[in-house]
């Protein structure tokens, strides 16, 4: 079955340091998302992208953090000063289009660990 | 505000007991309607779509009731294996959520015990 991966799985950064979060979508996918989980707390959104700019974004995708579509098959998170508080569980999703039976298939996490 | 309340849980029931869990939501324009499980630090997983006229998938069966905005799941002859967070999820429908803004809620911890 196809699945979308995530890299790296695990990755523990300075407070103020740039971090980038990667994801390969499923390969005939066509909307991307970014989710993240705080430990012991529920998922949230943070942002949708299609057709190679951001859809939608919620309150907590502040000016720190950004998306790129650098190529055919990456999907990248970038937060640019990170904060004690962003530390969490950062999900990258796709799915094939729009409409009810389109469901959104998770990768496996990235959990970031800001010290 | 809470857009996905459930059950806080946790629930702890033997092997073959039946266990429903329960999920209001605050939009009435809410479109789609998800059960999703999620284990110990692994991403959610689609576990069944929730259609109006209720739908049931071997063991589970779920049922969403529009005017009460309320939403179940039905877990029957539990299995050690069904221990997990059970998240239930809900796309809210305004013009964000047709592209896959999905609300989910804090999820209820299941144990199963032998």
């Known amino acids: 079955e196809p699945e979308v991966t995530q890299t790296p799985s695990h990755q523990v950064t300075q407070m103020g340091q740039e971090v980038i979060l990667r994801c390969v979508p499923i390969s005939n996918h066509l909307y991307f998302y970014w989710y993240r989980q705080i430990l012991g707390q529920k998922v949230e959104f943070l942002v949708s992208f299609y057709n190679n700019e951001i859809s939608e974004k919620s309150e907590i995708f502040d000016d720190q953090f950004s998306v790129e579509r650098p190529d055919g098959s990456n999907f990248t998170l970038k937060i640019r000063s990170t904060k004690l508080e962003d530390s969490a569980m950062y999900f990258c999703?796709?799915?094939?289009?729009?409409?009810?039976?389109?469901?959104?298939?998770f990768g496996e996490g990235s959990w970031l660990t800001v010290v | 505000r809470k857009e996905v309340e459930q059950d806080p849980g946790p629930f702890n029931v033997p092997e073959g007991a039946t266990v429903a869990f329960n999920c209001t939501y605050s939009n009435s324009a809410s479109q789609s309607f998800f059960w999703y499980r999620q284990d110990c630090r692994k991403e959610p997983k689609l576990l069944m779509s929730?259609?109006?006229s209720g739908n049931e998938d071997g063991r589970f069966t779920a049922q969403l009731n529009r005017a009460s905005q309320y939403i179940s799941l039905l877990i029957r002859d539990s299995k050690l294996s069904d221990s997990a967070t059970y998240l239930c999820v809900v796309n809210m429908g305004d013009r964000g959520s047709t592209l896959g803004r999905l609300y989910f809620g804090r999820g209820t911890q299941l144990t199963v015990w032998p």
């Open positions: 999703a796709s799915r094939v289009g729009q409409g009810f039976g389109n469901t959104i298939y």
């Open positions: 929730v259609y109006s």
